[in-house]
């Protein structure tokens, strides 16, 4: 994955549960993701992360 890509991150909450964040990769490094999605601007440190993988763009609008 590379900047610019569209991505779908699942990871863990201090709570222990789960969430995903959908969006453009804005930029990662070795202890943090940033995910650019429909709540912003998300911070995801690597340590949380549980997948994370590239998808397609979003379908056209009708």
Do not use: F, N
């Not at 940033?34 to 979003?58: H, M, Q, S, T, Y």
């Amino acid at each position: 994955m590379k900047a610019g890509d569209r991505v779908v991150v699942r990871y863990r909450l201090p709570t222990g549960q789960a969430t995903d964040a959908l969006g453009m990769l804005v930029s990662a490094d070795g202890t943090t993701l940033v995910v650019d999605g429909k709540r912003g601007l998300e911070r995801i440190a690597v340590a949380d992360i549980i997948a994370a993988k590239e998808v397609p763009p979003p379908p056209a609008r009708r």
